[in-house]
């Protein structure tokens, strides 16, 4: 069996197969899964018969390697089938299984081929769309009061303007995360960098991607922008959103913008999960999900 590295110039190859894929977890976004892919370790493909397997493999740490869930027109691979496929193609694990998967195929049906351990960190957040548009309630007061107080310190003679992120703006966009990185010092932090890394390759290839964004504007400056990519019928996944954070509000703008100009097909807002990083959880937890979709490895017994 052949594995291809997985690059941006295979988006239209695969882009089909994922437009049918029935999980709710983040990771099943196409678009996540090519942009994260920068190493060193990296997410290879091949297809088992009707069936897009992916992989991911670490020089490094060759214990590490893992598969991800097939995609298959046939729908769910069963517990018993999912161990087959593994053992046939040399794997113990399968990681970022979603638990809508293990809640449809019955949790005890999949102990008798896998130990099952939830992700601890790689929990996403599912918010209403609606609820982000509108920040109804007394929930989302703080939300509103920084909004207004953005709005009063910049909304003015049209100081503040909001563009769709295309290839003529994306040079600006690459401008303005190098200065969010330096304020941030992405490359003192593994994990800013590895997402440093992810948005670069999104905002090089944004026409293939097929990803959709926002651009926040003040006085002509790029000072924000958000991207999102669909997941599934329901479900748009909003993968990055850059604001600075020494303008009181604009996060709380762009994230309300973005809600309003990216998701109105979509009922769900799928913000990835924290990375167990505090600071981000509650970010997330601020903007009250309407319920979370847990992770879980499954291991060989």
């Known amino acids: 069996m052949i594995w291809k590295i997985l690059e941006p110039s295979d988006y239209p190859v695969l882009r089909s197969v994922f437009e049918k894929q029935p999980y709710n977890l983040s990771i099943y976004s196409l678009l996540s899964l090519i942009a994260w892919n920068t190493g060193p370790t990296r997410s290879h493909y091949t297809f088992d018969r009707d069936r897009l397997v992916i992989n991911s493999e670490s020089p490094t740490h060759p214990e590490e390697r893992y598969l991800i869930?097939?995609?298959?027109?046939?729908?769910f691979l069963t517990p018993e089938e999912l161990h087959d496929l593994a053992i046939d193609l040399g794997y113990r694990q399968y990681r970022f299984v979603p638990g809508d998967y293990l809640a449809v195929t019955q949790i005890n049906k999949a102990e008798n081929w896998f130990k099952i351990t939830e992700q601890a960190g790689y929990e996403d957040y599912v918010y209403r769309t609606e609820?982000?548009?509108r920040l109804r309630g007394n929930r989302f007061a703080k939300k509103r009061n920084l909004i207004h107080q953005f709005m009063r310190d910049y909304g003015h003679q049209g100081r503040v303007t909001v563009e769709d992120l295309t290839p003529a703006n994306r040079e600006e966009c690459l401008i303005f995360l190098e200065h969010w990185c330096m304020q941030r010092q992405c490359d003192q932090d593994e994990g800013l960098a590895c997402e440093k890394r992810a948005l670069i390759q999104t905002l090089i290839h944004i026409?293939?991607?097929e990803c959709a964004g926002i651009v926040v504007r003040i006085d002509g400056e790029v000072?924000?922008?958000g991207i999102m990519s669909r997941l599934n019928e329901k479900t748009g996944v909003l993968h990055f959103e850059k604001a600075f954070s020494n303008i009181k509000g604009l996060y709380q703008f762009l994230d309300n913008t973005c809600a309003k100009r990216l998701f109105s097909q979509y009922?769900?807002?799928n913000k990835e999960s924290d990375m167990n990083i505090a600071e981000l959880?509650?970010?997330k937890k601020s903007y009250h999900p309407?319920?979370?979709i847990k992770s879980y490895c499954l291991s060989i017994r």
């Open 267 to 269: 009922e769900f807002i």
């Open 69 to 75: 869930l097939p995609l298959s027109d046939r729908g």
């Open 131 to 133: 609820d982000l548009v």
């Open 281 to 283: 959880a509650q970010a």
């Open 223 to 225: 000072n924000a922008f």
């Open 207 to 209: 026409e293939i991607l």
């Open 290 to 292: 309407v319920h979370r």
